[in-house]
């Protein structure tokens, strides 16, 4: 579907699919100093150590660039979706540097809010796999997102 998303236009079942996202060390480093700052993430030699054996993305770097792949590009909703919840996070693999990731929404429900007039409520799987289609991220999650607006 192109374009903006509204509630009405999400069905059960529907999946949408992400571009992708090439996953550097330098932004593996930079985000880990920020936000992750463990030798895993941080340093390539001393990752070789570790239970890793490499330099690897922070889950939770894992985590926004999935984020970003399917707010950004596979579901766009009409208006942002507001988080209510993630269920069943999970971190399948590494992410490494040179891994290009990409990610798929599939709707799992979609009603309107029983409390919020022009709202609704989505629950979505989320899958973030690598180049050769290796699980990398899944979850649950629950948003608030806009219903289509009534024209009289």
């Given at each position: 579907?192109?374009?903006?998303?509204?509630?009405?236009?999400?069905?059960?079942?529907?999946?949408?699919?992400?571009?992708?996202?090439?996953?550097?060390?330098?932004?593996?480093?930079?985000?880990?100093?920020?936000?992750?700052?463990?030798?895993?993430?941080?340093?390539?030699?001393?990752?070789?150590?570790?239970?890793?054996?490499?330099?690897?993305?922070?889950?939770?770097?894992?985590?926004?660039?999935?984020?970003?792949?399917?707010?950004?590009?596979?579901?766009?909703?009409?208006?942002?979706?507001?988080?209510?919840?993630?269920?069943?996070?999970?971190?399948?693999?590494?992410?490494?540097?040179?891994?290009v990731l990409s990610a798929e929404v599939l709707?799992?429900?979609?009603?309107?809010?029983?409390?919020?007039?022009?709202?609704?409520v989505i629950r979505i799987q989320v899958t973030?796999?690598?180049?050769?289609g290796e699980t990398v991220l899944s979850m649950?999650?629950?948003?608030?997102?806009?219903?289509?607006?009534?024209?009289?």
């Open positions: 579907m192109a374009g903006e998303l509204y509630l009405e236009d999400l069905k059960p079942g529907d999946r949408f699919r992400s571009g992708a996202a090439v996953v550097t060390a330098e932004r593996i480093v930079s985000f880990a100093r920020e936000f992750d700052p463990q030798v895993f993430h941080l340093d390539h030699e001393a990752a070789k150590t570790t239970v890793f054996g490499g330099l690897s993305a922070s889950g939770w770097h894992t985590a926004s660039l999935t984020m970003r792949l399917f707010v950004g590009e596979a579901l766009r909703m009409a208006g942002g979706a507001v988080g209510l919840g993630v269920d069943k996070l999970r971190w399948h693999k590494p992410v490494r540097p040179g891994d709707i799992l429900e979609s009603r309107a809010s029983k409390s919020l007039a022009g709202k609704g973030t796999v690598n180049q050769a649950e999650a629950a948003a608030l997102v806009n219903r289509r607006p009534t024209v009289f």
